[in-house]
C-alpha cells in the first residue's frame, strides 16, 4: 500500500481510540453532577437507588472513567498521531494501533459493567483488601494493555525511522512522544505487578489472601508517575503546538528534551510521599521520596518558564507592548487556545498545592481530607482535561475534515469550566484545611462541621459549572461531528518553529535505553529498601462491603 | 542553551525548593513533627485474639500519659470514646480487622492510615478541655461516612 493509504487508514483508528476517550469523558463527567449535587446538601443517590446504589459507587464510576480510561485513550490517540506526525512516516503496525483500540475498548466495557452492577464500588485506588469482580481488575489490566501496545509500536516506528534516517537527530516531537511512553511503562510496572501478581489470583479465590500494604506501595509505585503520563501529553501541546497557535516561538530544543528525560528519570521514585502517614513504611525512605518528588518539581518550573516566554514572544510578535501587554494580545478568542491558557493557570495554582502535599510534615494537615481533590481537580481535573477540550477543537476538524461547530460556545466552555473549578477547587481545599475528609457522602455523613458549609456550597456550584461545561463541550463535539466533511482534513497541524534548533541539543539527550536504565537504577534504589523491608504476607481476605 | 533570564528563573526555584527541604528537616529536627512509621505488625485474621488488641480501651500509662488501644472495623471505631484530663497526652495504637482505615484527630496533627496487619501508632497531646472528634477518612464500604469516634477531654 502507499504511504498515504496506509496514513489515512491509522488515522481512521486514531479517530476511534479519541472518539473512545470523549464517551468516557462523557460517562465520567456526568456522575460529577450527583456528587456536586451531594454538596450542596441534595441527595440524589437515595432515590436513584434502585440504579446506583451508593455515593461510592458514583463515585468509583468517575474516578476509574476520568482518571484512567480517558486519560489512557485520549494519550494513546494524540501521541500515536504526534509519533506518525513527528516521524513523518505511518506507524509501523496498524495491527497494533487496532489492537491498542480494540483492548482499550474491552477494558472500557468491562470495567463499566462492572462497575454499573455494583460489583467494584473500590474507588479508583482499589485499596485492598476491598475486593471488587475479577472482571474490574481485568478491565483495568485491558486499558494498562492498551497503553503498552501504543507504546511497541512507537518503539517500532522509531526503530524503522532510525533506519531509512541513519545519523539523524530524533525529531523532537516524535522524542518528547516516545519519552512520555517509555516514562509510563517503567512506572506501569507497579500496578502491572500489584494487579497480575497479587489482586487477579486473589479475586479469583487461587489465593486466598493479599498484603494490603504492599498493595498499597505497588500501587502508588504507578500512582504518582501516572500524573505525568496525565499531564506529559498536555506538556507536548503547551510547548510544541501553544506557540504555534499564538504566533510565538519554542525558544530551545534542547531545553525541551532536558525536561522530558528528566520526567523520565525522575517521575517513579517518588510514590512513597501519598503514603506518609503509613504505618510499616520507614520515615527514612519517605524523606527521600519528599526530596526527589521536590526534584521533579524543578522540570515543570523549567516548562512554566520556557512556555510563558514563547507566549510572551507571540503577544510581543502580535504587537503588545510593556511589561504585561503582550497577555491581552495572545489570541483569546481563539477555543483551542483560550482553553489551553485558562488550563495554565489552574495549573499554577494546582502545582503550589501540590507542592503541599509533598512537604512531608505538612501533609499531615491534609492528607485524606478534600484539599487533595481539590489540588488534582486543578492539575488532572483542568490543566489535562480542559487542555484535552482545547486540544480537540483543532483536532478534531483535523482529523475529520468537518469545520468546527459553535467557535462561541467552545469559548465560553472553557471559561465556565475555568471559573467553575476555580470556585470547585478552592471550596474543597478550604473544607480540607477545616478537616472535612475527602471521599465522603456528605448528605448521609454521622459528623459535619458549620467550617465546611460554605466551602461545600462553592465546591457545589462549581462543581455544576464545571459539569455545563461539559455539556457544551458536547454540543460543540457532537455539532462538529454531525457535519458534513468538507475536505480529507481541516486546518493545519501546528507545529512551533524552534529558534535554537536540534543541531545545538547534546547527543547524549537521545541515548534513550541508557535513560531508561539510569531511571530504572534510581527505582530500584528509592523502593528495593521499602519493599524488601515490608516482604510479602497473603493475610487478609477479600471484603465486599458495598 | 539557556538564556540569562532563564538561567536567574530557575536558580531562584533550586533555592527555594532546597530552603523547602530545609524547612521540613526543621519540622522534623526541631518541631518534633513526626509520621506513623513501622510499629508492629499483626495477624489480621486473629486480631481479636492478640494482645492488646483482645482487650480494646483506654490504658494510663505515667503521670498525663494514656495509651489507647483502638480496633477499627467496617464501620466503628471500638471503642468509639477516649476520656482524658485535660494536658494528656495520649498515644494512639491502632490496627484494622478487616479493611483500610483512615484516623485523623480533629484540633490535632493526628492522621494516619490504619492497614490491616499493620499497628499504626500516633500521638497527640491535649492541652485544653473539649470534645474533639476522629474520623475514619479512608473509604472502607457504603457505611464509611458513619465512622467515627471522639475523645473527651475533661477540665
Known sequence: ?546 | MMARLERIFLTLTGIALFVGVLAIVASVAVGGVHLPGPTGRVDPNAVRQTPPFSAPGVFPEAPGRYRAVLLARAWAFQPAEVRVPAGSIVTFVITSQDVIHGFMVEGTDVNAMVIPGQVTTVTAHFPRPGTYRFLCHEYCGVGHHAMFGQVVVEG
Open chain 1, 1 to 546: 500500500m502507499a504511504e498515504a493509504t496506509v496514513e489515512r487508514k491509522q488515522r481512521t483508528w486514531i479517530r476511534w481510540q479519541l472518539y473512545l476517550s470523549f464517551l468516557v469523558l462523557g460517562i465520567g463527567g456526568l456522575f460529577g453532577v450527583l456528587q456536586a449535587l451531594d454538596r450542596l446538601g441534595i441527595d440524589l443517590y437515595t432515590p436513584l437507588q434502585s440504579a446506583i446504589k451508593s455515593y461510592y459507587q458514583g463515585l468509583t464510576i468517575h474516578g476509574v472513567a476520568l482518571a484512567i480510561a480517558f486519560t489512557f485513550t485520549f494519550n494513546n490517540a494524540f501521541l500515536s498521531l504526534t509519533t506518525l506526525r513527528g516521524l513523518g512516516r505511518p506507524l509501523a503496525s496498524t495491527a497494533l494501533l487496532q489492537a491498542s483500540f480494540w483492548t482499550a475498548l474491552a477494558g472500557v466495557v468491562l470495567a463499566a459493567a462492572m462497575m454499573l452492577a455494583n460489583q467494584a464500588s473500590v474507588l479508583f485506588t482499589f485499596y485492598t483488601p476491598l475486593q471488587a469482580n475479577s472482571l474490574f481488575y481485568l478491565g483495568a489490566t485491558l486499558l494498562v494493555v492498551s497503553t503498552w501496545l501504543t507504546s511497541a509500536n512507537q518503539l517500532l516506528t522509531l526503530r524503522a525511522w532510525r533506519r531509512e534516517h541513519p545519523g539523524e537527530r530524533i525529531p523532537l516531537l516524535a522524542f518528547v512522544s516516545v519519552v512520555t511512553y517509555l516514562m509510563w511503562d517503567l512506572a506501569s510496572l507497579g500496578i502491572a505487578v500489584e494487579v497480575v501478581g497479587f489482586v487477579l489470583p486473589w479475586s479469583l479465590g487461587l489465593v486466598k489472601g493479599t498484603d494490603p500494604l504492599f498493595n498499597r506501595t505497588l500501587f502508588w509505585f504507578t500512582g504518582h508517575p501516572i500524573v505525568y503520563f496525565w499531564l506529559l501529553p498536555i506538556y507536548i501541546s503547551w510547548y510544541l503546538m501553544i506557540p504555534r497557535q499564538v504566533e510565538g516561538r519554542l525558544f530551545s530544543d534542547g531545553l525541551v528534551r532536558a525536561v522530558f528525560i528528566m520526567f523520565l528519570v525522575l517521575s517513579v521514585p517518588v510514590g512513597l510521599h501519598h503514603q506518609y502517614t503509613d504505618p510499616g513504611v520507614y520515615s527514612s525512605m519517605k524523606f527521600l521520596h519528599a526530596v526527589l518528588t521536590f526534584a521533579v518539581f524543578f522540570p515543570s518550573m523549567v516548562t512554566a518558564f520556557t512556555v510563558v516566554a514563547a507566549l510572551e514572544s507571540g503577544g510581543r510578535a502580535r504587537g503588545g507592548r510593556g511589561l504585561l501587554g503582550w497577555i491581552p494580545r495572545l489570541p483569546w478568542g481563539k477555543p483551542e487556545v483560550s482553553a489551553q491558557l485558562l488550563a495554565m493557570i489552574a495549573f499554577a495554582l494546582g502545582g503550589a498545592s501540590g507542592l503541599i502535599n509533598a512537604s512531608y510534615t505538612m501533609n499531615l494537615v491534609v492528607h485524606n481530607t478534600s484539599f487533595v481533590p481539590g489540588h488534582f481537580h486543578l492539575t488532572v481535573g483542568t490543566a489535562v482535561a480542559l487542555s484535552i477540550m482545547g486540544i480537540a477543537y483543532w483536532l478534531v476538524p483535523y482529523l475529520t475534515g468537518k469545520e468546527l461547530f459553535g467557535r462561541g460556545l467552545a469559548l465560553a466552555q472553557s471559561w465556565l469550566f475555568f471559573i467553575g473549578v476555580l470556585l470547585f477547587a478552592r471550596g474543597q481545599i478550604a473544607g480540607g484545611l477545616e478537616g472535612q475528609p475527602r471521599r465522603l457522602f456528605v448528605t448521609q455523613a454521622a459528623y459535619a462541621s458549620p467550617a465546611w458549609r460554605i466551602p461545600n456550597l462553592m465546591t457545589g456550584v462549581g462543581g455544576l459549572l464545571m459539569v455545563l461545561s461539559g455539556v457544551l463541550f458536547f454540543v460543540v463535539l457532537l455539532g462538529t461531528l454531525l457535519r458534513r466533511r468538507r475536505a480529507e482534513q481541516l486546518g493545519e497541524f501546528p507545529l512551533a518553529e524552534v529558534i535554537y534548533g536540534p543541531e545545538r541539543t547534546p547527543a547524549v539527550l537521545d541515548r534513550l535505553g541508557a535513560w531508561l536504565g539510569a531511571a530504572a537504577l534510581l527505582v530500584l534504589v528509592a523502593y528495593a529498601p521499602t519493599l524488601v523491608s515490608q516482604g510479602v504476607r497473603l493475610l487478609s481476605p477479600g471484603f465486599r462491603l458495598y
